[in-house]
């Protein structure tokens, strides 16, 4: 079955420590992109990758990073994290970025920092 | 300021009932649209693209049309049905920067049997 599996659907954490949300996908999808969902804000992309090795920011990528060594995986590493990062958290792949190119969306990892 | 945004947060429709949910542009640059779902405790789910070129696309029960004048776009749900029910989001992507997509906020879309 296609699909794009995040680990951990949930999360607690505390303040400054660092933790790892991992995404995998199993379509050989080229592009890759992490969001967050935060209420009345919808969708807000924190970064994104069009292939191995190559990672761009979106648009909310302070306090983040990334990395894409494989093309099936793309984690989100948040060094030290705050309670600002609180959010459900969203990763997507396609087969190429851009139009036409139909995205597929993990389930999400509800991340709250104390 | 720029922004992908929803005219409505909520919307409730009879069952049967025809819905539409709007969502309003303001970059000019923007040249690719999509239309996702999301149920309640998953991830959004896509359901009908359109481009700029494009005034209107249609699906298996669902039509999005696309005013570039007014920039303006709709989502059209034929027959609305119960499993219906659950937040829509427009996104857009640029051109130019067409790695990049940008959502709006969502409506939550409440079918009543």
């Known amino acids: 079955e296609a699909q794009v599996t995040q680990n951990p659907r949930y999360l607690i954490t505390v303040t400054g420590k660092k933790l790892t949300v991992t995404c995998s996908q199993n379509m050989n999808h080229e592009y890759m992109s992490w969001y967050r969902q935060d209420p009345g804000l919808g969708l807000r992309q924190i970064y994104y990758s069009m292939n191995v090795e190559v990672t761009d920011k979106g648009d909310v990528p302070e306090g983040y990073k990334v990395s894409r060594k494989e093309k099936r995986n793309f984690p989100l590493i948040l060094e030290s994290p705050s309670p600002n990062q609180t959010s459900l958290y969203f990763c997507?792949?396609?087969?190429?970025?851009?139009?036409?190119?139909?995205?597929?969306f993990g389930q999400g990892t509800r991340l709250t920092v104390v | 300021g720029e922004s992908v945004g929803l005219h409505l947060p909520t919307l409730s429709v009879q069952e049967g009932d025809n819905s539409i949910i709007n969502c309003a542009y303001s970059?000019?640059?923007?040249?690719?649209f999509i239309w996702y779902k999301q149920e309640s405790g998953k991830g959004p789910q896509f359901i009908i693209d359109i481009r700029s070129n494009m005034d209107k696309r249609q699906g298996q029960r669902v039509t999005v049309l696309l005013n570039k004048t007014v920039k303006h776009l709709s989502l059209q749900i034929a027959a609305t049905q119960p499993g219906d029910s659950a937040v829509y989001f427009c996104a857009e992507n640029r051109a130019g920067d067409f790695n990049k997509f940008y959502f709006g906020s969502g409506t939550k879309l409440n079918v009543k049997p």
């Open positions: 997507a792949s396609s087969q190429t970025g851009g139009a036409f190119s139909e995205a597929f």
């Open positions: 970059n000019s640059a923007s040249d690719y």
